[in-house]
């Protein structure tokens, strides 16, 4: 295999058969590119048969499942990279369009080692990717990508004879059977099914009409040309649009789901938006009543509910926090045996006995049903107002150089860390602790906290604060950490603040 080019001319000779591939698609949990700018069809070819040499390298059998999203130019970017897998001497086992729970859940249901998803997941149209894993229901972390960006840019794939294809028909049934079982409502639910005309739209639907529940649509036609808004449930254009729905409509709840339907977001009866950490805790007060002693995953950027809240004590729950990023905490959650992971962005990871441990925007969905039909007399309204009132600011993120921000954040790290030696306090509550398996979270004796990582996908650094007692203590949380920020003379503005 020769070395791919970073660049070739589009619109020539050479971009029919020459790989190209730009080395910074490879992020630290999936691959991302622009198409046809950052990757082209031979690239995608010289990526299937780098992962099938990886596969080979580590020792895993020689079969992979293999799906595509709801994209025009998605099944030509598989069939690209299913020539490559061949190459490589692999058993591609196709599964047809998919969301990325599926191509996961269909590891388990045909008994593949190994998954390949082809999916933009909630980036607008333009982009393309991959998500892959060799170990059921992991993703591969930094170090899996790290492995598969060296052997495909340095050319190092290994053709193989042995590999082959075959369609396999039927899992998208099997996937929903697997949702649902025989779980009905026993309540009468009302609920928006937001797709954004992605690729959920050919699944939520079916889902919430299996458990007998009302679906009042929010564009539920497949249309790859995304008319209404790209589906981003983190998305505000999305959210008010989900909002607008329920009040319209007198749903008992809002759900919207991302491109590739790995994520969930929550709008209640009044039309708020209920973020996905806070849910997260809403869920796990439910899960910590059925399983007393449970341990629950949460990433940095995620409330201090997990560890603070009576409730969750009240049942012996164990809070985790973890680093951000889909792949480290289905990690996360598998090394601890955890019950679930909650990451703010809206990936939720329900392990056994739930769901298998991988994130599933349609399993969230069962889920959340499930929970309104144990509390028949609870609104989602009032569930939210149940938790305990926390003033937490947006995620922030000033501008930091690509080049610079791990060791400006090792700088900054350190600082906070002697500041929590020195007895030191942020918004004059003491330090109880400093986290620092991502950045730096540090933890206050009153519940409240505050967070510096670097971004793991954009030049920035990303901050959070929290407070468990006042808008004005949060603001002040932030004002002492941005202070330590602005040691730092190459950090520069945030792109929004309090």
């Avoid at 409502?185 to 050919?202: E, I, P, Q």
């Avoid at 991302?258 to 709008?267: E, M």
């Avoid at 629950?296 to 004590?313: C, I, M, N, Q, Y």
């Amino acid at each position: 295999m020769s070395k791919p080019l970073n660049q070739v001319a589009q619109n020539t000779w050479e971009f029919l058969y020459q790989p190209m591939i730009a080395p910074t698609g490879f992020r630290e949990y999936d691959a991302r590119w622009k198409f046809p700018d950052e990757i082209n069809l031979p690239g995608i070819t010289a990526l299937g048969l780098g992962l099938g040499t990886q596969m080979h390298a580590r020792g895993v059998d020689p079969v992979i499942a293999v799906a595509n999203d709801y994209r025009d130019y998605s099944l030509s970017v598989k069939n690209a990279l299913i020539v490559g897998l061949i190459q490589a001497g692999i058993q591609v086992r196709d599964i047809g369009p998919a969301l990325s729970p599926m191509a996961y859940f269909s590891q388990f249901h045909l008994d593949a080692p190994a998954v390949a998803m082809v999916t933009a997941s909630h980036n607008p149209n333009g982009w393309t990717g991959v998500k892959m894993g060799f170990q059921r229901p992991l993703t591969h972390g930094p170090d899996e990508m790290g492995e598969l960006r060296d052997i495909v840019m340095g050319g190092q794939g290994v053709a193989r004879a042995g590999g082959g294809y075959e369609f396999v028909p039927g899992v998208r049934e099997a996937y929903l059977d697997d949702l649902v079982g025989d779980f009905t409502m026993t309540r009468k639910l009302r609920v928006v099914c937001a797709t954004g005309n992605g690729t959920a739209s050919a699944f939520a639907p079916d889902l919430f009409a299996r458990m007998g529940v009302e679906v009042v649509p929010s564009h539920n036609t497949l249309d790859y040309t995304f008319p209404h808004y790209n589906p981003n449930p983190e998305a505000m254009e999305m959210l008010h649009d989900m909002a607008a729905s329920v009040k319209d409509s007198g749903a008992d709840f809002a759900l919207g789901f991302d491109g590739d339907g790995d994520r969930c977001g929550v709008v209640d009866n009044e039309g708020e938006e209920i973020f996905a950490d806070k849910m997260g805790v809403i869920m796990a007060r439910d899960l910590a009543r059925l399983y007393p002693g449970a341990t629950f995953v949460a990433d940095v950027k995620s409330t201090g509910l997990f560890a603070s809240d009576p409730e969750l004590r009240k049942h012996g729950a164990k809070a985790d926090y973890w680093k951000t990023g889909h792949s480290h905490m289905k990690r996360r959650v598998h090394e601890l045996g955890a019950l679930a992971g909650f990451e703010k962005s809206g990936h939720y990871f329900l392990a056994e006995p739930i769901g298998r441990g991988y994130d599933c925007g349609m399993r969230v969905a069962v889920e959340i049903c499930k929970l309104m039909d144990r509390n028949p007399e609870m609104s989602m309204a009032d569930l939210r107002r149940a938790l305990p009132v926390t003033y937490a600011t947006p995620t922030m993120s000033p501008h930091c150089a690509d080049t610079e921000k791990y060791q400006v954040l090792d700088r900054l790290v350190e600082k906070l860390v002697a500041r929590h030696a020195g007895g030191g306090s942020l918004g004059g509550v003491k330090i109880a602790d400093v986290v620092t398996v991502n950045g730096a979270r540090v933890m206050l004796e009153n519940g409240g906290w505050g967070l510096v990582r670097a971004s793991s996908n954009t030049p920035n650094l990303v901050v959070v604060c929290e407070s468990p007692e006042s808008d004005a203590q949060m603001r002040a949380i932030f004002a002492d950490l941005d202070a330590v920020i602005r040691t730092e003379p190459s950090v520069g503005e945030y792109d929004q603040t309090i």
